[in-house]
């Protein structure tokens, strides 16, 4: 069996987790998985959960003989969010946070750094993170789809270094095992290429080999940025105690890159910088010994017309030193220059934050 690390997880579960029969929630198999999340949390390992299954747990109360619209669907999952939600938090005795997202909030730059920063405060406060598509709100063309690509943007978002996809199979095998008697678990997969697509049944079938076609998709997306991916038989409570021992009991997506490295990759090397952020020697000194955040008491000027997420260069001395990625906009930025943190409020009326970009966002240049 494969060994694996990491220490911040996005679990994603599915529907036939939930609610496995399709009509309301069930403790079932929920009860296997929040034992293992509890012990993770025990380990000092972060957990951030997506979880599906709110329109299979409103369908108990919205009773339809024909195939469900998609209204009706949406207002199933209304009903059934908040007793998905209820269901999880049953088991824990620390709080649950529910956040729903649709992927026009994940394309959205000031969303995305809104829903970052969410994130980071509530693993920083103990809490679960319970995340699903705001299925009430978003039709097909505003939707992601499929939760297997939402906990892939999710992991990407929270800077997970692991995403484990908890499903009704075993892995991928090399041939569809319901069907095929002699077909085998793969352990271990390096490269996501066109003879692995082909195992979920082809990149353009509509549906794969036990929805694995999803499944790869949200692979391709962790691994290229670098964050480890695990499908694993969420319906065996033995899974859950190898994922403890550090096993992987399933198949392991290796990731391309650690994840430090391509986040660093991609904020010095993809990301334009929109404007330059000059700093006092203090604040130098802060950035490059003691890997701090940039705070605006040392910002001593602000060039350019940058928004809040983008990329923007630090200066010293008119030389680059890092690169980050600029919680308030450049105007914003103009009026708490200089300023100790706690006046960000007073001056704006609002604050993002303590810090003009947290560390987690920044690179050394
Ligand atoms: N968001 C949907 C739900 O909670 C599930 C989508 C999926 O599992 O891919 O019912």
């Known amino acids: 069996m494969q060994k694996i690390s990491w220490q911040r997880a996005v679990l994603k579960i599915g529907s036939a987790l ?108 103990q809490a679960l993170p319970i995340v699903n598509e705001n299925d009430s709100v978003a039709v097909n063309e505003l ?14 978002v929270s800077q997970a270094d692991t995403l484990i996809i908890c499903s009704d199979i075993d892995g991928l095998y090399t041939a569809d095992p319901r069907k095929h008697k002699d077909a085998k678990l793969i352990p271990q997969v390096d490269e996501i290429d066109e003879e692995i697509h082909a195992l979920a049944g082809g990149a353009g079938s509509k549906v794969g080999t036990g929805g694995m076609r999803t499944k790869l998709q949200a692979a391709e997306k962790c691994t290229s940025s670098g964050i480890q991916t695990l499908i694993v038989n969420g319906h065996n409570s033995d899974v859950f105690e190898q994922l403890l021992r550090g096993d992987c ?57 940058f928004n809040t997420g983008d990329a923007v260069t630090i200066k010293y001395n008119g030389t680059a030193i890092a690169k980050g990625l600029s919680l308030y906009c450049a105007d914003d930025l103009q009026l708490i220059k200089g300023k100790h943190s706690d006046k960000i409020t007073d001056t704006l009326g609002f604050t993002l934050g303590e810090a003009v970009i947290h560390r987690d966002d920044l690179i050394l240049l």
């Not at 269901?87 to 992927?103: G, K, M, V």
């Not at 490295?261 to 000194?285: F, M, P, T």
Request: glycine share 8%; aromatic share 6%; charged share 20%.
């Open 249 to 305: 009991p399933g198949t392991l997506f290796t990731a391309k890159a650690t994840a430090k490295g391509a986040r660093a990759s991609w904020l010095q090397h993809a990301l334009q910088s929109a404007g330059d952020i000059h700093v006092d020697e203090g604040a130098k000194n802060a950035l490059l010994s003691r890997g701090a955040s940039l705070l605006p008491s040392g910002v001593t000027d602000v060039a350019g017309n």
């Open 143 to 156: 939707k992601v789809g499929d939760n297997d690509n939402l906990a892939a943007y999710t992991a990407l």
């Open 18 to 125: 939930v609610a496995p029969d399709g009509e309301g929630c069930s403790g079932e198999y929920v009860l296997n998985i929040a034992r293992f999340i509890t012990e993770c949390r025990k380990q000092g390992k972060e957990i951030v959960l997506v979880s599906s299954g709110s329109v299979a747990a409103g369908r108990a109360h919205i009773k339809v003989t024909h195939q469900p619209t998609i209204a009706e669907k949406q207002a199933m999952a209304a009903i059934g969010q908040s007793q998905m939600m209820a269901n999880w938090a049953r088991f824990f005795d620390f709080p649950c946070a529910q956040i729903l997202l649709t992927s026009g909030d994940l394309r959205d730059r000031t969303r995305y750094v809104n829903i970052k920063n969410t994130l980071r405060e509530l693993l920083a406060y």
